[in-house]
Every structure is written in C-alpha cells, then in structure tokens.
C-alpha cells in the first residue's frame, strides 16, 4: 500500500519562498509519474507540476513556471516542490500525488491519472 505525505506547508509574505516535500511509504514503480496539485475551496483541483521518473521530464503550469521547481530524490522516495516568488494567488492545500504508469495526461496534470494521494499541506501568502 503506497502511502504519501506532505511536509513543509505554513504561512509566508508575498515574494517569499516555501519547500514542500512529500515522503512516499514504499517504492513506487520506477516508470511513473509523481505530481503537485493545489485546490482552492469551491474550486476544481489545479495540475502545479509533475515529474516523470522515465526520463527525468517535467511540466509546470503556465502560472508557476519560473517560480516552482518540482524534484525527486529516488534515493530518499521524496518529491520535493521549491516555491519562490510566492503571490497570494499561490494559496492552496497542496497535495502530492503518484501513479503506477507514465503517460501524457499525467504528465499534463490529469488528477484521474493518478491514483495515490497526500492529505495535503496548507499554504497561505499573505
């Protein structure tokens, strides 16, 4: 059973930087994708970033680019996400998430691609 958890969330001025991290429980399959989604409430879950393991290739949305930088370390079965250039717009429960398979549409942020998720973290920038 494939567990996730998020760390690192908390509170932040606008400009500012947060680190989350996500430590899985057990090894997922090597040919997969891992990704960060964020919801706000009241509205539809958003793709942020996500990294494929096949090759190392990642994808941002186009409001975060620049700004996120999404990792893995597969030696210590973590997902990191480096945050700068905080705004208030970026305030969320973040959530980390991970399949079984690679494939375009995880890649792209499809949340019914992924099977596996965090509980969240919350972030707020004020």
């Known amino acids: 059973h494939v567990q996730l958890v998020e760390s690192g969330g908390g509170s932040v001025e606008a400009g500012g930087s947060l680190r989350l991290s996500c430590a899985t429980s057990?090894?997922?399959?090597?040919?997969?994708?891992f990704a960060w989604f964020r919801q706000i409430p009241g509205r539809e879950r958003e793709g942020v970033a996500s990294?494929?393991?096949?090759?190392?290739?990642?994808d941002y949305t186009g409001s975060v680019k620049g700004r996120f930088t999404v990792s893995r370390d597969n030696a210590k079965n973590t997902l990191n996400l480096q945050m700068s250039g905080l705004k208030s717009e970026d305030t969320a429960s973040y959530y980390c998430?991970?399949?079984?398979?690679?494939?375009?549409?995880?890649?792209?942020?499809?949340?019914?691609?992924?099977?596996?998720w965090g509980q969240g973290t919350q972030v707020t920038v004020s």
């Open positions: 990294i494929s393991i096949r090759n190392g290739f990642t």
């Open positions: 057990s090894v997922v399959f090597s040919d997969n994708c």
């Open positions: 998430a991970a399949n079984d398979y690679w494939s375009d549409d995880a890649m792209r942020g499809d949340e019914f691609e992924y099977k596996y």
